[in-house]
């Protein structure tokens, strides 16, 4: 009898252990789990696509089979949830684009240019971008000379990393007519050698419009064409996981088949949402509601998200929509992209309908607007849990900011648009109102969901550059003072946590994303310095080392 009961014991414990064995398990990390009940933790263990553990090291390794387990010692590098860009508009990147960002040795443009061209057939259009000459070794503006003699046969195009300048070759200036002789158009620069007089090649804003290319079209049949999108895909996927973004959020649509293809040919590594275009036409409702039934909130890779609306332009432009006129053009205080009755028709149509609903707002007016939407569909159609989006809500009426928690509205942030924003934002529409602009910190105090993402292709997809901003405000250079507006900067902690468990609220996967905890999906990433420590001249520099999705390595830097 004694035995017996033994034996059972053995079996009962055995095969409790046996189930408790990992797939994979992180350890002797510093793992920031972002969930308040157990703030930092050591090592993780994960089953399938789910985290069944966190905890020591020692604990952990207990549930490693010697078979079957992968293990990854973290050796004391930062362990994070796996970032969630709330706020990008993905999709398939043009594979013949050279990428220059990050270029710090002006001779790799030449040496990307030759490579490219030596693929390509006389008088195709080369076209590459977002370098920025203020990160190379001699922060010099690059010239012509730096790819004419790779490319005497072929129009270069490379476009600086803010869009607003542009270098070219001698055959574009050929083509486009540009001598010494020509005269810089107005609102742009043709830039100009002070010795020779020659154009450099360089060409600032409004001379872009000179450029024409004389480039010999492309010939691709349409199988060459579709695989040439897949090809941008898998490249765009490629860049997500090396940046850690395990989550995207993708504003209005997006071809949900090719997502499809790539889960069903095991090649999605980053989990997608994709949303339509709001409407108050009562049969493309009901089609979306078809479109969410296909693609639930409940599923965890591909899903149907909100319905996008613009209510006004941009800061930049000045077509933000302000209560009041921009200071530096006071003939104008913006554009609203439609008339409010015709915007809170749609709001209140679409809301009575159950879709979360995310609106593109800039100007004080545009937010205060859309505020008034949200908060007239609660009035007819009653509250509920609907987590409307203000998407941007970039610069606020100081009286809006509680707005945003009584009634339950997402302020959906890019902070890298603050501090590329910040050179003209207050030329443009003065201190005062500066006051409530990219005012995260001003929000949060106030009870307001936070969900931060980027905005790419607006903005680089690396969220290093979002956490930087978030937590200094000073332009990527890095400035001397305490930053623009410095008592909206959060702590790196607080920045972390509106990356990763702030869009998994936006998007209703609380209960299951952004935190590492027992039950959670494990979407981890493992960076190469501790954000949490260094200084603030190192965030940006910081990379990823190990990205996993649904509790497969994605990618692994190798270190
Ligand atoms: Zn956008």
């Given at each position: ?8 014991l ?17 350890i ?39 078979r ?15 970032f ?29 240019v ?11 259009l ?15 503006w ?26 070219v ?29 020659e ?10 419009n ?66 339509r ?33 613009f ?115 207050e ?7 500066s006051?409530?602009?990219y ?28 956490l ?7 332009d ?35 209960a299951?994303?952004?935190i ?44």
């Amino acid at each position: 009898m004694y035995y017996n009961l033994m034996f059972i014991l053995f079996c009962i414990t055995a095969s409790c252990t046996m189930k408790e064995k990992a797939d994979l398990v992180i350890i002797n990390g510093k793992v920031l789990t972002i969930d308040k009940d157990n703030p930092i933790s050591e090592a993780i263990a994960v089953r399938g696509e789910t985290i069944t553990a966190v905890g020591t090291t020692e604990e952990i390794s207990r549930m490693v089979d010697d078979r079957l387990t992968k293990i990854i010692d973290a050796g004391g590098r930062l362990v994070i949830p796996g970032f969630n860009d709330a706020h990008v508009h993905f999709g398939p990147l043009d594979p013949d684009y050279i990428e220059l960002r990050y270029t710090t040795d002006p001779s790799l443009i030449t040496q990307k240019v030759k490579a490219r061209v030596a693929r390509s057939k006389p008088g195709e259009l080369i076209k590459g971008g977002h370098w920025e000459h203020e990160m190379f070794n001699d922060r010099k503006w690059p010239s012509k000379e730096l790819i004419d003699k790779v490319s005497p046969d072929n129009p270069v195009v490379l476009s600086r990393a803010d869009g607003h300048s542009v270098l070219v070759n001698s055959y574009v200036l050929r083509m486009s007519g540009i001598t010494k002789d020509t005269g810089d158009p107005f609102g742009g620069e043709i830039q100009k050698d002070p010795v020779t007089g020659e154009p450099t090649g360089i060409l600032k804003e409004s001379a872009e419009n000179l450029v024409k290319t004389g480039a010999v079209k492309t010939e691709r049949t349409p199988a060459e064409e579709a695989e040439r999108t897949w090809q941008g895909y898998l490249l765009a996927l490629k860049e997500a996981r090396e940046f850690g973004v395990t989550s995207i959020q993708i504003p209005g649509s997006a071809d949900f088949s090719a997502y499809e293809r790539l889960r069903d040919e095991g090649l999605l590594t980053s989990r997608i949402d994709i949303g339509r275009s709001l409407t108050d036409d009562s049969s493309r409702l009901k089609e979306y509601l078809a479109l969410g039934k296909k693609y639930p909130r409940e599923g965890n890779w591909i899903r149907f998200g909100y319905l996008k609306a613009f209510i006004d332009g941009t800061i930049g432009s000045g077509t933000a929509l302000m209560f009041e006129p921009f200071n530096d053009n006071p003939a104008t205080s913006g554009l609203a992209m439609m008339p409010y009755e015709e915007f809170e028709k749609m709001v209140v149509a679409a809301d009575k309908y159950g879709f979360q609903i995310g609106v593109h707002s800039i100007g004080d007016k545009g937010n205060n607007w859309t505020l008034n939407a949200f908060e007239k569909a609660i009035e007819v159609n009653g509250r509920r849990d609907s987590r409307h989006r203000d998407e941007h809500a970039q610069t606020l009426l100081l009286s809006d900011i509680p707005r945003f928690a009584q009634l339950g509205v997402i302020a959906s942030m890019q902070p890298t648009h603050c501090i590329s924003d910040k050179k003209f934002c207050e030329k443009r529409i003065g201190a005062e109102r500066s006051g409530g602009a990219y005012a995260w910190k001003s929000l949060l105090d106030a009870g307001a969901s936070l969900a931060f993402g980027t905005d790419y292709q607006v903005e680089p997809l690396n969220p290093m550059e979002g956490l930087y901003a978030a937590v200094t405000r000073k332009d990527r250079l890095g400035e001397e003072g305490e930053g623009w507006f410095p008592g909206e900067k959060l702590s790196m902690e607080e920045a972390l946590r509106y990356y990763t468990l702030g869009p998994a609220y936006a998007q209703f996967m609380e209960a299951r994303k952004g935190i590492l905890k027992k039950g959670y999906l494990a979407d981890i990433v493992i960076t190469d310095k501790d954000l949490l420590t260094i200084p603030e001249d190192q965030i940006m520099k910081t990379k990823v080392d190990y990205t996993i999705a649904g509790g497969k390595v994605v990618y692994s830097s190798g270190r």
